[in-house]
């Protein structure tokens, strides 16, 4: 069973800092970090392959130094690496890089056929969840989203039986392999790094693809020309004009501010006096 | 969304032309999402927003409902009218019972190559992220992902679709100029209900899906339900009394539960209380978590980090107790009482205890 396992390297959105004066995002020392949910399909495709044999392969695209994250994933266990980098791919949406991506992973295909395509449910820093989708709409693969567990596959049969989450329940979805599972958060825990396979990291040479190598012929296709999506503006969100009323009384006793504000409160705000009246009933 | 944001140019200021194939996409589309017989209320917050949209642009506002042949799914279409609808896209097929991709995918994309809208808005949730990303890559075309404000810009007729990046610190405004229709997805809570008028009506445009089940490869075996075990249902409560860091420890938690019991209302925390253990995630309100709108949110040691504000801000009434003075919160709260939680959260339970007790006495 050959599984490509898509990631991404984000910058930690926890440490990101926006400058108070010219609102750019300050991006100096914040660290780069293998997306969160990534790691969930990594782990995923590496039980698989505990289970049933194969190999995993990692894809991302990014800049040249997205290979640090693909090293972290050969630490982990992954077989292959292969970073897609080129100028041609700077500024592509997600409809542009589901297409670098589905691209890629056609070119690995003829090295050896892939049966499972795994993402992770969406990205830290991006948030929108639609590369996965993009990417088996371009394979012709079946889709299955928010996976949040494989219960078994039958590569005979080319059968793979997983749990989905939906809106109030769980899905077991039967399907056919080729097919892309992006994988829910909380599916699995992240092994450890063996010390083997860190070495083996550390020394391993991450096949590095350009746009051609990567199958795109038409350059129209990816990076800031194949984007049908615009970031026309940029800007902070504005603050409400009018700051909290402090409420503030002789002493400041807890007991005295607590039924100062009440009454400040049910007096602009009748309707609110009404909904806590609502619940005396 | 781009996912390269930085290294993109500005759409910028000269004057933007339609091509003549693209004119021919007119109005707003808002798919009526619904599981097991119940609609998805952020379809009709869509519908609300769609209708401003509509008749800013001078269009027709449609509903898409695809579902099971039988009443239920047609009783959609008139909650869509009730909720601003003009007129709704129908597709009845047992093949649309349970929610699949390739079946709803394939039924969306023909009728939006058939109908032709200019806009198409879903839910972001699971189902409307799966599908919206498959039905955006099938007809090529610009798809903008949990947008905050929609709004148009009426001499491209483009979508100005805003939304948080990098965690809800800067905001962008993302355009797909010249692809049709022009795709958003919307959280749930995000955009406020509509009124619902059972006088409107509207036309219903019937289709056909066009499909066998051999021809569907992926299979429903079962569906599990969750279990009905009092799941906080925060997105829906009118009052909540959110707990920050500045609780300091977890047993001091209780002090917001006393509040939130007393008032009958729902407990909720920010990301920090919940990855330390405090609370469980379906109580965490913010970019990461849940998006509220109660008519009363009450904060305790929260200082008001944009993560946490974003989740929250659309509240009608905010009071806020932080001891520091210069916390964020208070310059977003409508009320502040700069002290001591740990103290003020007693007295603040006392306080309405007595006002309900008062209110008993009257009623």
Not at chain 1, 87 to 99: E, I, N, V
Not at chain 2, 12 to 27: T, V
Not at chain 2, 252 to 257: E, T
Not at chain 2, 316 to 344: K, Q, S
Request: net charge neutral; aromatic share 6%; with cysteine.
């Amino acid at each position: 069973m050959h599984i490509v396992v898509c990631i991404k390297q984000v910058p930690d959105s926890a440490q990101i800092r926006v400058h108070p004066v010219t609102n750019t995002i300050m991006r100096q020392g914040v660290p780069a970090i293998v997306n969160p949910y990534d790691l969930f399909a990594l782990e995923e495709a590496l039980r698989l392959k505990d289970e049933y044999g194969g190999r995993v392969t990692v894809l991302t695209m990014g800049p040249p130094m997205a290979e640090a994250a693909l090293r972290k994933a050969i630490s982990y266990g992954a077989d292959d690496a292969i970073l897609v980098t080129d100028r041609a791919f700077a500024g592509s949406d997600t409809l542009a890089t589901s297409c670098a991506l589905a691209a890629a992973i056609g070119q690995i295909h003829k090295d050896m056929p892939v049966d499972l395509v795994f993402t992770g449910k969406q990205t830290i820093d991006g948030d929108t969840a639609q590369v996965g989708p993009g990417i088996a709409k371009r394979l012709d693969m079946q889709l299955l989203t928010y996976v949040s567990k494989v219960r078994s596959v039958d590569l005979d049969k080319h059968e793979i039986l997983v749990e989905r989450r939906s809106e109030g329940g769980v899905q077991l979805l039967k399907t056919s392999t080729p097919s892309l599972i992006t994988v829910l958060e909380g599916t699995n825990e992240m092994r450890f790094a063996t010390m083997a396979n860190m070495f083996r990291a550390s020394r391993y040479p991450v096949k590095v693809w350009n746009r051609e190598q990567a199958g795109i012929e038409d350059v129209t296709k990816v990076g800031l020309k194949g984007s049908p999506t615009v970031v026309s503006k940029v800007f902070a969100p504005t603050l409400r004009a009018v700051k909290a009323e402090i409420i503030q009384c002789e002493n400041n006793e807890p007991k005295d501010l607590a039924v100062t504000l009440l009454a400040k409160m049910f007096t602009k705000f009748p309707k609110i006096e009404q909904e806590i009246a609502k619940r005396a009933a | 969304m781009s996912e390269v944001t930085e290294t993109k140019k500005p759409a910028g200021k000269k004057r933007f032309e339609l091509s003549e194939s693209l004119k021919a996409y007119k109005g707003i589309w808002v798919f009526i999402e619904h599981e097991r017989g119940v609609i998805h209320t952020v379809s009709l917050e869509l519908l609300g927003e769609g209708r401003k949209l509509a008749d800013q642009l001078g269009v027709e506002l449609a509903g898409v409902v695809m579902g099971t042949p039988g009443e239920t799914t047609r009783s959609f279409c008139h909650e869509a009218f009730f909720h601003g609808a003009d007129l709704c896209y129908l597709v009845e097929d047992p093949l649309l019972t349970d929610y699949r991709n390739e079946p709803f995918t394939k039924g969306l994309t023909d009728l939006v190559n058939k109908y032709q809208p200019e806009i198409m808005l879903l839910g972001a949730s699971t189902l409307g992220r799966d599908l919206a990303g498959s039905v955006a890559t099938t007809l090529k075309t610009g798809l903008t992902a949990d947008c905050t404000e929609l709004n148009v810009d009426l001499d491209a007729r483009s979508l100005l679709a805003t939304r948080p990046t990098f965690g809800g610190s800067l905001l962008c405004t993302i355009q797909t100029l010249n692809y049709r229709p022009q795709m958003a997805t919307v959280r749930p809570r995000v955009m406020p209900m509509p009124e619902r008028d059972a006088s409107r009506t509207g036309r219903i445009v019937e289709d056909s899906l066009g499909m066998v089940e051999s021809a569907i490869i992926t299979k429903v075996l079962e569906f599990i339900p969750d279990e009905m075990q009092d799941k906080p249902q925060l997105p829906f409560a009118d009052i909540i009394v959110s707990g920050g860091r500045g609780m300091k420890k977890p047993e001091n938690f209780k002090l917001i539960w006393d509040l939130a019991n007393m008032l009958g209302a729902e407990v909720g925390a920010t990301r920090p209380v919940v990855q330390a253990g405090w609370v469980d995630l379906e109580r965490q309100v913010g970019q990461s978590g849940k998006t509220v709108r109660p008519k009363l949110y009450i904060a305790a040691g929260i200082s008001g980090a944009i993560q946490h504000r974003v989740g929250m801000d659309a509240s009608d009434v905010i009071i806020a107790i932080n001891n520091d003075p210069n916390a964020p919160i208070f310059d977003f709260a409508h009320y502040g009482i700069v002290g001591n939680a740990m103290t003020l959260l007693p007295a603040l339970t006392e306080a309405f205890k007595v006002h309900l007790a008062v209110a008993r006495k009257a009623g």
